[in-house]
């Protein structure tokens, strides 16, 4: 069953995160995935830009926790980490412009796939929040890094430092959210996308790859793999495992 699903309009990739049932949290599968989905568009002509958004009413929730609850030491969790980060780096890089839908909820890991792309659309319902802090651990796939290459410091680090979660107003005053939807998301993504992505691919993936130039010059990938690094340090603390068991415990009560 396929947990990425994923359709294509006049040019336009759109490509939804399908397990609503745990909040489109990131597993394995929706890593390879999205991996393949991205090699994909960056060697197909008549691909012009990417949409990610969510199944449901939440864009992602970040990791699975449910899931990776069972790594436990930095040597356990590292690869997982790397695996996505890595991902998110391509992401990042893909020479077309790629736009997250948020269609709701984008939660740790959630905003680091949001970070990853060029635009952030976002309903007026929906919610951002690089949550982290609170299970005692740093972004885990390289978002830090991005956050830090797209917004201002003082606003990259309210939302980390903070890790809060914010509503589409603040996100968008805090220049994370660019455009705020009301209604039929898709419908706005989709009339935003005629009026301002119409030239030519290989005019906007010109552009974009100006973009990539200037984030491998600043060294973006070696600093996602420190901050990989990092976070797998932090991920064996005791305070990380009862931050995320305490999640878990009170899903089941
Ligand atoms: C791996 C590291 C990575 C990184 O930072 O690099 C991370 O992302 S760490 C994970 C950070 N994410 C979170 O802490 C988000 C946790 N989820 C939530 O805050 C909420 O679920 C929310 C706001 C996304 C949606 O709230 P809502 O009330 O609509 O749903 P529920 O909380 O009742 O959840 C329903 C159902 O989904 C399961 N669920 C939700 N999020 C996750 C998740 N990230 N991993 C695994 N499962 C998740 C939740 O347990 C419920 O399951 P059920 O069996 O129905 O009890």
Known sequence: MQKIIVEREQGIVWATFNRPER??????????????LLAEVRQTREDKALVLTGAGDVFCSGGDLQLFHGLYTKEEAYPMLKKMGDILYELMTLPKPTIALLNGAAVGGGCEIAIACDYRFAASTAMVGFVQGHLAITTGWGGAAMLFEKLRHDQAMTFLCSAQRFGTKEAEQLGFVHEIFEGDVKLSCQKWIESMLSPRVEVLSAYKMAAVRGWNAAYLKERMDQEIKECAALWESPAHHAAVASFLHCKKV
Do not use: H, K, S, T
């Open 23 to 36: 909040r489109n949290a990131i597993d394995f599968d929706v890593m390879d995935e999205l991996a393949a």
